[in-house]
T-cell receptor, first 112, second 111 residues
Framework: ELKVEQNPLFLSMQEGKNYTIYCNYSTTSDRLYWYRQDPGKSLESLFV?????AVKQEGRLMASLDTKARLSTLHITAAVHDLSATYFC????????????FGEGTQLTVNP | NAGVTQTPKFQVLKTGQSMTLQCAQDMNHNSMYWYRQDPGMGLRLIYYSASEGTTDKGEVPNGYNVSRLNKREFSLRLESAAPSQTSVYFC??????????FGPGTRLTVL
């Protein structure tokens, strides 16, 4: 059974600081996705990582994938309040077709 | 291009009542999914449909049934609602390798 673990689950940081959210998964996969969810809203796709070593960047967020370590990171650079949200990683296990297994989510609060 | 739409947005049921949640997508995706989201538990897959005419159980299928009506529509039915089914329900659709696109969600309360 594929398990996906994120840490930390809760993150409170100051504006202007850097931080990294980690996503570990338990079985072989080379497809990993990051989503953002604002309170009371749906999930919005942030990044699609489809191969070992993939790196994607959008604004102050950068995601990477190391399939050998079964690890993805979401790095936040110079955080701003607008980045406050819950971030989910999701893994497409090779035996599950297009089924995704989600992590529990990291609730990020950026304080002024 | 509306993406993924869901109806209703909110619903309150009494224990034992039945209802159907509707989902439609206009992106011509083959695969569609139903998830539930509970506080602190992320998203859990209820059922999915890899293509028109097929459906399969996910992680938490008990108490639910689904119908893939056509390529666009995928409905979720609660035959006899229970308080444990109080949750937010999301429908999603995808093509392989593209990630999933989510609908706005249905907030269901079972009293």
């Amino acid at each position: 059974e594929l398990k996906v673990e994120q840490n930390p689950l809760f993150l409170s940081m100051q504006e202007g600081k850097n931080y990294t959210i980690y996503c570990n998964y338990s079985t072989t996969s080379d497809r990993l996705y990051w989503y953002r969810q604002d309170p009371g809203k749906s999930l919005e796709s942030l990044f699609v990582l489809l191969s070992n070593g993939a790196v994607k960047q959008e604004g102050r967020l950068m995601a990477s994938l190391d399939t050998k370590a079964r690890l993805s990171t979401l790095h936040i650079t110079a955080a701003v309040h607008d980045l406050s949200a819950t971030y989910f990683c999701a893994v497409d296990g090779k035996t599950s077709g297009s089924r995704l297994t989600f992590g529990e989510g990291t609730q990020l609060t950026v304080n002024p | 291009n509306a993406g993924v739409t869901q109806t209703p947005k909110f619903q309150v049921l009494k224990t034992g009542q039945s209802m159907t949640l509707q989902c439609a997508q206009d992106m011509n995706h083959n695969s569609m999914y139903w998830y539930r989201q509970d506080p602190g538990m992320g998203l859990r897959l209820i059922y999915y449909s890899a293509s028109e005419g097929t459906t399969d159980k996910g992680e938490v299928p008990n108490g639910y049934n689904v119908s893939r009506l056509n390529k666009r529509e995928f409905s979720l039915r609660l035959e006899s609602a229970a308080p444990s089914q109080t949750s937010v329900y999301f429908c999603a659709s995808s093509e392989p390798g593209q990630g999933q696109y989510f609908g706005p969600g249905t907030r269901l309360t079972v009293l």
